[in-house]
């Protein structure tokens, strides 16, 4: 019904910069909070940046400062843009989208995970 693609990340020196980007498609009624997460190996996955549907914005406290989040409505698109990268953001990345789905005369609530995309920083 809805599917999520990811793309950019890649790998990049410490100092530098990346983006990733997630658009949604499919039969979306709405969208509403968008959200990054990322999981390192060995580790769980965390909360790095979300936005709601309105543009508020929330960060994880490692990454305030350097990582910004942007949505585009229009677009169904999510973009993550991520500066100052040190090794310790190496993990895969993952995009989370809150969604509404008319189900007939209904509308149901869905999350859906983009595949993921690699990020990684060299020391």
């Known amino acids: 019904q809805v599917q999520l693609v990811e793309s950019g990340g890649g790998l990049v020196q410490a100092g530098g910069s990346l983006s990733v980007s997630c658009a949604a498609s499919g039969s979306i009624f709405s969208i509403h909070a968008m959200g990054w997460y990322r999981q390192a190996p060995g580790k769980k996955r965390e909360l790095v940046a979300a936005?709601?549907?309105?543009?508020?914005?929330n960060y994880a406290d490692s990454v305030k400062g350097r990582f910004t989040i942007s949505r585009d409505n229009a677009k169904n698109t999510v973009y993550l843009q991520m500066n100052s990268l040190k090794p310790e953001d190496t993990a895969v990345y993952y995009c989370e989208v809150d969604v509404r789905l008319r189900e007939g005369r209904t509308i149901v609530a869905a999350d859906y995970w983009g595949q993921g995309t690699q990020v990684t920083v060299s020391s």
């Open positions: 936005i709601t549907s309105g543009g508020s914005t």
